[in-house]
T-cell receptor
């Protein structure tokens, strides 16, 4: 079974621009989560999508948004890029169907290779 | 923000010895816990998950959970140079968010 895929793998943008990142989950996984990883802050949760709906959200400004399509593929958008948005953006998929699913392994997240974004 | 705390390291362990990685979490409502390994420049890969108090063994890895002390640990037996990586502890909290620690860098000395 293919793993989580993310495109593009690397991006260089300038301040003020916007960027769209894409994620395809493991086949059969309908939950997709996005994370930002920086050396100083570690892995921070951005949001989670299930069945085309955002069902959980981290503490990031509104410049960070996402969506999910009917085939479970997800995109993440960052508008008005800032230097501090330089990071590794990771997508993860899981079998978690409903909030509260836990303890049977379905909440386990599997990560894609990430998109490394550099904002100049 | 509910926290997951780890010592950043680096933790240096001789090859063949036992590496012990520790993690504490603040949300008592957390019920599912995970250990991920992340090599430099790569994405995290799952090593173990644990849901119940006690030990869970998988090959050279043993995860330990103590909910009363809000403490999770990972033991790596017969440490190999290929185990050198950053180990991330994570907890699924009561808000249904997976919160990650900042990771412990482990260095296995040949």
């Amino acid at each position: 079974k293919a793993g989580v895929t993310q495109t593009p793998r690397y991006l260089i943008k300038t301040r003020g621009q916007q960027v769209t990142l894409s994620c395809s989950p493991i086949s059969g996984h309908r939950s997709v989560s996005w994370y930002q990883q920086t050396p100083g802050q570690g892995l921070q949760f951005l949001f989670e999508y299930f069945s085309e709906t955002q069902r959980n959200k981290g503490n990031f400004p509104g410049r960070f948004s996402g969506r999910q399509f009917s085939n479970s593929r997800s995109e993440m958008n960052v508008s008005t890029l800032e230097l501090g948005d330089s990071a590794l953006y990771l997508c993860a998929s899981s079998l978690k169907e409903t909030l509260g699913d836990r303890g049977l392994g379905q909440e386990t997240q599997y990560f894609g290779p990430g998109t490394r974004l550099l904002v100049l | 923000q509910k926290e997951v705390e780890q010592n950043s390291g680096p933790l240096s362990v001789p090859e063949g010895a036992i590496a012990s990685l520790n993690c504490t979490y603040s949300d008592r409502g957390s019920q599912s816990f995970f250990w991920y390994r992340q090599y430099s420049g790569k994405s995290p890969e799952l090593i173990m998950s644990i849901y119940s108090n006690g030990d869970k063994e998988d090959g050279r890895f043993t995860a330990q959970l103590n909910k009363a002390s809000q403490y999770v640990s990972l033991l790596i037996r017969d440490s190999q140079p290929s185990d050198s990586a950053t180990y991330l502890c994570a907890a699924l909290n009561r808000d249904d968010k997976i919160i990650f620690g900042k990771g412990t860098r482990l260095h296995i000395l040949p």
